[in-house]
Every structure is written in C-alpha cells, then in structure tokens.
C-alpha cells in the first residue's frame, strides 16, 4: 500500500504569526541594508578613484541629497539594531570556558559593547582628525 | 561522517556578521556627517584614499557581501523558494565573489 507523505503547509507569511518571528525577520531583514551599505562604499571608492573633480560633482549631487540622507538614516537604524542582536547572541554562538566553567553571557555581552564604543570612538576620530 | 561545505560559507558569514557589527554603524555616521558637510573640514576623499582605509573596506565590503548574501538566501527560502535552493545559493555566493572581485579592482585602483 502505497502512503503518502505529510507535508506541512507553511505559507510565505508565517513570520505575521507571533511577534518572535516578526522580530526573527526583521533581524534577518537587516542583511539587506547591510548589503546596500557594502554597495554604497563600493561606489564611494569608485567615485573617488575617479579624480578630485568627478567626486566633488557626486559629493554635492549624490551624497548630499535628500535620499541619500534618508538612506543612511534607515541604513544607520537597521545596521544598529544588526549589531545590537548580533553582540547579544554572541554568548550563544561562542560559549567559551575558564577552566571548568562557561565564561558568564554577561561578560561577553558587555565585552562585545565594550569594544564596539572604543573601537568606534577610534574611527571616529580618525575620520575627524585626518 | 559525511562530508559537508558548510563551514566554507559559514566562517566569511561569521566574520561578515562581527566586522560589519563593528564598523558599519560608525562608517554610515561619517558618511552621513559628510553628507550635511559637518564639520567642512571633514574630506571624506582623502579618508577613502588613505591605504589603511582601503584594506579595511576591502575586508569589510567582501565580508559584509557574504555574510548579507548568505542570510537573504536563507530568508528566500524561508520565504517560500524552497524548490529553488540551489539556484539560489549559487546566486547568493556568485554575487558574493564577484563583488569581492571588484572590490579587489577598485580598491587598488585599476578600476575607476
């Protein structure tokens, strides 16, 4: 006798369900602001390999616009929360040992916050200072 | 044990997803000081220009394309694509080195 097998339906929307998978998906949704920004500092180097004047022409046309600006402001939002849930879950994708005992999630949490201030007030003044 | 590639795509995921948490967020504030030109001394040419800067955003940008990649091939399946897998993994990761390889051409400068 020949059976069939059980396939669970599961629609494109399953996400809409419970507010766990909605933030689930919208951690998984940062990926795409992540990619445009990659792309964003691909052209920036782009532009600039293409001489002071060509650059200065899309600094004022392109970077300067409305859109831009309303594109880092949503990218900054979505690559923030990105970092936010990616240190949290760092306890869980590394689960490192002192000797006997796991490290406590506590102390990697603050660790991966800590090194996100220093090593952003670095750039920062890099950026500002050169 | 049967043999799997997945830690050849999971390890640049991982990285991808600690360097881009680490940077990405002070890199898109710079960017967006530049863009309301505070302060007017700020020369974001002569930083993208600085050879420190560009291996860091080579690392950065071929990294971050893996990781993002990786994740958007897993939401379109999840998302109900599930029959075409393969195609889209194949996408996912073609995409992924060929934008580390121009990246590699213009960060060096022969392209641009």
Not at chain 1, 37 to 57: D, P, V
Not at chain 1, 66 to 93: D, M, Q, R
């Amino acid at each position: 006798m020949k059976t069939k097998e059980l396939v669970r339906p599961m629609p494109a929307t399953w996400f809409l369900h419970n507010r766990h998978l909605m933030r689930f998906m919208i951690r998984e949704l940062t990926s795409f602001f992540v990619l445009a920004f990659a792309i964003f500092l691909l052209i920036l180097l782009y532009e600039a390999n293409r001489g002071g004047e060509e650059f200065r022409k899309f600094y004022v046309g392109v970077v300067q616009s409305g859109w831009i600006k309303a594109f880092l402001w949503l990218s900054l939002a979505f690559v923030t929360f990105h970092s936010i849930t990616s240190f949290n879950a760092a306890p869980t994708i590394m689960a490192p040992r002192w000797g006997e005992d796991k490290v406590d999630p506590r102390i990697i949490i603050a660790a991966n916050y800590g090194l996100w201030l220093i090593v952003s007030l670095l750039v920062l003044i890099f950026a500002l200072s050169s | 044990m049967a043999k799997s590639n997945e830690p050849l795509v999971w390890a640049p995921f991982f990285a991808g997803a600690g360097l881009s948490a680490l940077l990405m967020p002070v890199l898109i504030i710079i960017t967006l000081l530049g863009s309301y030109g505070v302060p007017p001394s700020l020369d974001l040419r002569g930083l993208i220009n600085h050879w420190f800067v560009r291996i860091v955003l080579l690392v950065l940008i071929s990294l971050s394309l893996f990781h993002a990649l990786h994740r958007i091939r897993f939401i379109l399946v999840d998302l109900g694509l599930k029959a075409a897998h393969g195609l889209i993994a194949a996408l996912c990761y073609g995409l992924a080195i060929m934008g580390t390889l121009v990246a590699l051409l213009v960060v060096t400068g022969v392209w641009g």
